[in-house]
């Protein structure tokens, strides 16, 4: 893949989950807010024409103002996430790093 094929490439995700577990307000080497969160997703959608019962678990992150707005969010409140899928350094699994939420 190019260099160019990588910057037009699209990798937006939109998620409606409930805040399973919240991580402690921490703060990056540079300074900037961090918050390690993981969602739960759950819903019926359709696949190959009949219903499929949904259920994923996901970790994310948030960084500066949406961090600090999403530390001070409830257990099991329930928001529509707008971000992008990537894999950590030393991860295996998609990390979603969070640019906006609001209620659902």
């Known amino acids: ?13 939109l998620l409606t ?3 399973a ?3 402690t307000l ?18 019926t959608l359709q696949e190959a024409g009949k219903p499929r ?7 994310a992150v948030a960084f500066g103002a949406i961090a600090e ?3 001070r969010q409830s257990m099991g409140s329930l928001w529509r996430f707008q971000g992008f899928l990537a894999t950590p350094g030393n991860g295996k699994h998609p990390v979603l790093h969070i640019q906006d939420f609001q209620q659902d």
């Open 53 to 59: 019962q949904v259920k994923a678990a996901l970790k």
């Open 69 to 71: 707005r999403l530390a």
């Open 1 to 13: 893949m190019t260099a160019a094929a990588v910057a037009t490439g699209v990798n937006q995700l």
């Open 26 to 43: 921490r703060y990056t080497p540079a300074g900037l807010p961090a918050l390690d969160l993981k969602l739960d997703h759950e819903s």
């Open 21 to 23: 577990e919240l991580g």
């Open 17 to 19: 989950a409930s805040v």
